[in-house]
């Protein structure tokens, strides 16, 4: 007989945290088989030496992968760290109060590096195509290490002020030996929640071909300084399906929640240039909410939110509605524009901009198409209704991504976005996928 041993990795399961001395612990983790492996073999090691370990209910299961629960615990509602992992090696993970004061949060402390946090292995290989949308929601609080139990606020506005920046969620995969690192959520506005420090992290994500499919994904926190402890719960990645004709998610801020929407930076490390809020009353009057964005450096900034790529077919007609209002930056109270201004002149009121990245088509690698209302009347003092449309074009079509933006107001001047930016659209379109499962699961107890 002749042992090959191809192929040999560590560390792919780790003690479900808090330890407890006086009965059996959980030992779990999340690994991928490598390709054309005929045998696997596992082993328990690295105990010290003068100590016996017992081991029992040793099980290996294939992993699920369900693209509406694509972070698994993250919620924390099983009270211990299984499924959750760190990004970075000696970065000690643990359990507090959770969100709202209740249940368990997960606390990631000794980060010995900005970068370094939680983090968790996800499973997607129920999302395969390139193109899929992912949505990632999430609340997260800070704390000083130097002061455990209090939260200690984050500047979202900043990222060269690296003291006090906040963290984002990133996406690690590899696929082929191709890595790619992508910041795919982020804390839009400042509104925490009174509770505890609670702030809503969020975004959306289009796969890559480096990304669908990959070999191996993991979502990780990376930012903030390492004075700080990192502490997360409700944690969702979810697959979004495609559905053109609500092309724009969380259109009406529904409960306050700026989620998916994100200020007009070019790149994300752009931030210092402009803020965004929630506001209320919304359009549909006191508990409604809107979302303001506000302390523009230039009259680009605004906000914007990712599209879903594959809507944009040659020939498709999308009508745009939303509703605007326009505050004075120094005193809240509303102001007038012109709605026969069909440029920037300083009086406009607020359009709407389709940008496209990375087009093949057409002389351009970028599009900017600006829209403005056909609606003719402005209203100071309240909520406006916005409409236009527009026709995709082969160049447009031709675009990596697209986005909308909601900007080109001066600076001074506050746009409100409220009841909603909605894209109404006649065809629908289908998607079918296959389903591939072969990342393992490693549970002993
Ligand atoms: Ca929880």
Redesign the pocket.
């Known amino acids: 007989m002749i042992l090959v041993t191809s192929w040999e990795d560590h560390d792919k399961a780790v003690l479900a945290r808090p330890y407890n001395h006086s009965s059996f612990n959980l030992v779990h983790g999340i690994f991928r088989l490598p390709p054309n492996s005929v045998r696997a073999f596992f082993e328990i090691e690295r105990s010290p030496d003068n100590q016996d370990f017992i081991v029992d209910n040793v099980s290996l299961k294939r992993m699920v992968c369900d693209p509406n629960k694509l972070i698994l615990n993250g919620?924390?509602?099983e009270p211990n760290t299984k499924y959750w992992d760190t990004w970075g090696g000696t970065v000690s993970l643990g359990l507090v109060t959770?969100?709202g004061g209740?249940?368990?949060?997960l606390k990631a402390s000794t980060r010995p590096h900005l970068s370094h946090g939680p983090a968790q292995i996800i499973n997607t290989d129920c999302v395969p195509n390139v193109g899929d949308r992912l949505a990632f929601t999430g609340k997260i609080r800070f704390e000083k290490s130097s002061l455990p139990g209090v939260a200690a606020p984050c500047n979202p506005f900043t990222w060269s002020d690296s003291k006090i920046r906040c963290s984002d969620i990133w996406m690690f995969t590899s696929k082929n030996g191709v890595h790619e690192y992508n910041r795919v959520a982020m804390i839009s506005t400042n509104d925490f929640d009174a509770d505890n420090g609670w702030y809503s992290i969020h975004g959306l994500w289009l796969l890559n071909p480096n990304q669908a499919l990959a070999d191996f994904t993991k979502v990780y926190l990376d930012g903030i300084s390492t004075a700080y402890d990192v502490i997360i719960?409700?944690m969702q990645i979810k697959h979004l399906p495609l559905q053109c004709d609500t092309l724009v998610e969380n259109p009406s801020f529904i409960n306050g929640s700026a989620s998916y929407w994100h200020a007009t930076y070019l790149d994300a490390i752009d931030r210092d240039r402009m803020k965004l809020k929630i506001y209320s009353p919304g359009a549909g009057g006191g508990g409604d909410f809107a979302l303001r964005a506000y302390d523009r450096d230039h009259s680009s900034r605004g906000m914007r939110q990712q599209l879903d790529k594959r809507c944009f077919v040659t020939g498709e007609e999308y009508t745009i509605s939303a509703k605007f209002r326009l505050l004075n930056s120094t005193s809240g109270i509303g102001l007038t524009c012109n709605t026969n201004d069909r440029t920037v002149t300083g009086k406009n009121c607020p359009s709407v901009m389709i940008q496209g990245e990375e087009c093949a088509v057409g002389g351009s690698r970028y599009i900017w198409w600006r829209l403005w209302n056909t609606r003719t009347a402005w209203q100071k003092d309240s909520y406006n209704d916005f409409s236009t449309g527009f026709q995709v074009n082969d160049a447009l079509a031709s675009c990596l991504n697209v986005w909308v933006y909601v900007n080109e107001v001066s600076t001074g001047q506050d746009i409100v976005v409220g009841k909603g930016l909605y894209f109404c659209h006649s065809t629908h379109f289908s998607l079918a996928y296959s389903v591939h499962l072969i990342t393992l699961l490693l549970s002993s107890l």
């Open positions: 919620d924390l509602t959770g969100y209740t249940g368990q949060a719960d409700n």
